[in-house]
Structure formats: structure tokens, C-alpha cells
């Protein structure tokens, strides 16, 4: 057999080089976890694979990437929405977590995360959260591929209280020995993650700075989310959250930034200048009321962008579908322009731009000879993606990510035929709604008192 994995497309979109071009009954081999092959069907094919999957009906696209997220936060979904986002983050986020979060809260909000973000196509995620090592271990099994940061803050974060006075001190050993860990992992890739400027020092910005460039890893942070963010910077720096960056080394090419909804020109600038990447998160920017980051503008200028969904605490879903549909008709407002993003923007920023933003693009984000095989299966026999006149306009404003049919990551199927076949869904399932009676039980105590 000279395959491993075989996949007859119907339609096949590969995204090289970032293209939208689309081939007509195309077939991809898998030997291992790369793609051995990319050329037209012929009934050959079928015979030279180990395991085979006709997808004859189906359109095949590269496995979408989520360049921003807090996975754990799934079983916050629904929790105090519809507040201003201050209000939200430090008046209700970070009271319940410091309360809640745990490891089996955080293992059992990641493995419904994987469960969703599977069911729809996301085959990486880019995860800062608490107990980093328990959402490594979830993702594994899961058998997404995942860049996961190591929270830095100020003050401890949760899964730090135990350490006592250590905890600040022995993060930096902390986080090598994640490092080492998943150092050769073929899809788990250790990075730090500094919160954003408001929760974090000079002294900690350096300090993260440093080990990116000892152990060679990526940096993501939030950055110029909200109005408010920007003024309380320059109120106590002099500077804007980016240029303070900037001036601290902290900006660089192995470092993306979530959200950058207020960066100045200046700002634009000096991330051109590092080539640093901006990650966009339509969903969260406009739920909380924080604006629309000019995606355009920051494209125009060379600077390499991805998309995310951020955690479902702000969005409410993983879907990348939604992202991309959202995404790109806020900037069609926002520009005044119909044109200012088209769907090929969006699907780029989810997939072969996106994988770039990561710094992944050299081995995912298209479908192509040598590259992992990250891909999805599409059904095209649902009544609202029909008729089919542009494949990728449906794709961005008509599918929504429940059309997905058939994941594979890394040349392993995780989903085949809309069966999960790396997670017990009735399992994870159980424990969430044992979760949620708990908590919800607390809350409704505490409102009392």
C-alpha cells in the first residue's frame, strides 16, 4: 500500500499560496502524518490506501486554526453576559475563576472545547489558560494540535496558589519544564503568556521576553483591546500599550497579539517594523463592545493577521464558520466598503494566513505535498448551502460548522461520518452538567446573600 490514509474530494480547496482555487473530483493521499499526494482521482487510488474515505460529494479544505482562545472558559458559556467589559472581566471573570478553576475544571472545560472545536473543523488552537499542563495533556489525547501559553500575570494565577510565596519565582522553571516536555511533541508546542499590558509589569514583560528568546518560543498577549485600556496606558506610562511594548523589546516576530482593536499609526508601524502578528476576534470585540480592529488597514500595511474566536465566556462558540462570517462584514461596515474583506480574506485569516500568524505556516494551513495532513470534509446536501454558485462565498457567509462531517489532524481521523473517535462525548457531557449544577447551585446561594 503507498498510503496510509486516502481522500477522494469533490471539491477540493487547497489554499497554497494563500489562493482560492478550487479542483474538481481531486484525491490526497497520507503517508504517516504528512500528504504524500495531491493529484486528480483515478480509481487506482482507491486501492493503494490502507484506509479510504470518498468524499465524492463532499468539499475538502485544509483543518481551520483558531489563532486565539481560552478553551476552559466553555463552561462559562453564558455566564454574566451583556456587561460592559470591564465590569465583565474584573467584577465577574476574575472573581469566579480565582474561586472555581481548578484542574478538573480546567480538564473538563478543554475536553468540551476539543469537542466542539472538532465538530466545527478546527484543527488548531492557539490556548492561553490556567493549568497549562492539564489542557496539554486534554489536547493530546484529543489529538489536536495546539500552541499553548504559559500564563504570566502580576500575581498568581490559580493553579498557582498552592505554590505560596514561590509561585511568581519559580515560574520561569516552571515553564521549562513544560518546554522540555513537549519540546519534539509532533503537535504540542509550549509558548508564553503574559496576559496583557495592564496585567503585567515592565520588569515581567522583560522577564517573559527573555525566555522566549532562551527557549526559542512564541509569545501571545492581549494587547489595545478597548478604548480604556489605551487611556489607562498613557495616563501611566506616557505611552500606548504597543509602543510601551515596543520600547521593552517585547514586540518581535514571534510574538502575536490578540485582539489590537486601538493601535495607532505609530503602532501599526512598529509591528511592521517586528513583524510582530495581530490575531482578530470579531465575535468578543463586538459582544463586549470593544470595536472592530481595522483587519484591512493592518493587512494593507504587511502585517500578518489570523482569526479567533476567543474564549466562549465572550463569544459565545468556537465555531470558526462564525468567526469568519462576522469578521468580514464588520469590516465591510466598518470601511464602508463591500469589498474592504471579501471571503477569501476571511478564509485565509482561518487558514493559510492564519497558519503564518502562528508561525506554523511551513508545515499547515494548505494542503499541500509535505505539509501535515490537517483537513476537513464538508457536506454540500443541507437546504442553506444550496444552491452552490461560489464555493468559498458559501463557505464563509452561508456554512456555519455543523456541515463538517470528516476531521483529521496530523493524519489521524477524529471525526469520521459525525463520529467522535478520540473523546467520549456522553462521558465529558456528564461531567459539565455536574459542573454547572455545582456552580450554578453556588451562584443562585451567593445572589441570596
Known sequence: MRFDLGVRCQTLLPMKNGSGDLFSDYFLGVKGNLIAEVAPFKSEHQKECVDFIDASDKIVM????????????????????????????????????????????????????????????????????????????????????????????????????????????????????????????????????????????????????????????????????????????????????????????????????????????????????????????????????????????????????????????SNNDLSMFGAMDLGTKAQKVAHHDSTAMIALDAINLATYEGAKALGLGSIIGSLEVGKRADLICLRTDLPHVKPLYSVLSQLVYAYQGMEVDTVICDGRVLMRSNQFTTLDEKSIFTKVDALQLKLSTHLAQSSLN
Not at 517586528?274 to 493592518?298: E, F, H, M, Q
Request: proline share 6%; hydrophobic share 40%.
Open 62 to 313: 485544509p483543518g481551520l486554526i483558531n489563532g486565539h482562545t481560552h478553551l476552559a472558559m466553555s463552561l462559562l458559556r453564558g455566564y454574566e453576559d451583556d456587561l460592559p467589559f470591564h465590569k465583565w472581566l474584573f467584577e465577574r471573570v476574575f472573581p469566579v475563576e480565582a474561586q472555581w478553576v481548578d484542574e478538573d475544571f480546567v480538564r473538563t472545560g478543554v475536553e468540551l472545547s476539543a469537542l466542539e472545536c472538532i465538530r466545527f473543523g478546527t484543527t488548531t488552537v492557539n490556548d492561553m489558560y490556567f493549568f497549562t499542563g492539564t489542557s496539554a495533556e486534554v489536547l493530546d489525547q484529543s489529538g489536536l494540535r495546539a500552541t499553548i501559553a504559559w500564563p504570566f500575570m502580576d500575581f498568581p494565577v490559580p493553579d498557582e496558589k498552592v505554590l505560596g510565596a514561590d509561585a511568581l519565582s519559580s515560574r520561569p522553571k516552571r515553564f521549562q519544564e513544560f518546554f522540555e516536555k513537549y519540546q519534539s511533541h509532533p503537535r504540542i508546542r509550549a509558548a508564553l503568556g503574559p496576559h496583557a499590558p495592564y496585567t503585567c509589569s515592565d520588569d515581567l514583560i522583560r522577564e517573559v521576553t527573555e525566555l522566549s528568546k532562551q527557549f526559542g518560543v512564541p509569545v501571545h498577549m492581549h494587547v489595545s483591546e478597548t478604548e480604556k485600556e489605551v487611556k489607562d496606558s498613557l495616563q501611566k506610562y506616557g505611552k500606548t500599550p504597543g509602543q510601551r511594548l515596543y520600547d521593552l523589546g517585547a514586540l518581535h516576530e514571534n510574538f502575536f497579539a490578540a485582539h489590537c482593536v486601538h493601535l495607532t499609526d505609530a503602532e501599526i508601524a512598529l509591528f511592521k517594523q517586528t513583524r510582530a502578528k495581530v490575531v482578530y476576534n470579531p465575535d468578543s470585540n463586538l459582544k463586549l463592545g470593544s470595536g472592530i480592529a481595522p483587519i484591512v488597514n493592518y493587512r494593507k500595511a504587511g502585517i500578518v493577521c489570523g482569526l479567533g474566536t476567543d474564549g466562549s465566556a
